[in-house]
Nanobody, 117 residues
Framework: QVQLVESGGGLVQAGGSLRLSCAAS?????????MYWYRQSPGKQRDWIAG???????NYADSVKGRFTISRDNAKNAVYLQMNSLKPDDTAVYYC??????????WGQGIQVSVSS
């Protein structure tokens, strides 16, 4: 059973930084393909914000490009999201998602990020 555990969220002032982590268990790194971060604000849909392939290629939503950086550590089955220059609009529950070969998508439980003005 694939499980994802997120950590690193919290409350930060505008302009500050946070680093989210997501560790996957129950899966070998051979099977982990794309790893992604999404976020959902109250009353809004869940939006994709960043992705990284097994080869390390990255892609970002325009709303976070230049401020957020996604990375992965295949030895730890982990994906990270470094968030800089945070804004109140970045306040949301952040979710990681991984695609596992032969099994499909798996989601983390979500972690709250709050940015005060």
């Amino acid at each position: 059973q694939v499980q994802l555990v997120e950590s690193g969220g919290g409350l930060v002032q505008a302009g500050g930084s946070l680093r989210l982590s997501c560790a996957a268990s129950g899966v070998s790194f051979f099977s982990l393909n794309g790893m992604y971060w999404y976020r959902q604000s109250p009353g809004k849909q869940r939006d994709w914000i960043a992705g990284i392939t097994s080869g390390g290629s990255t892609n970002y939503a325009d709303s976070v490009k230049g401020r957020f950086t996604i990375s992965r550590d295949n030895a730890k089955n982990a994906v990270y999201l470094q968030m800089n220059s945070l804004k109140p609009d970045d306040t949301a529950v952040y979710y990681c998602k991984v695609y596992v070969s032969g099994s499909g998508d798996f989601w983390g439980q979500g972690i709250q990020v709050s940015v005060s003005s």
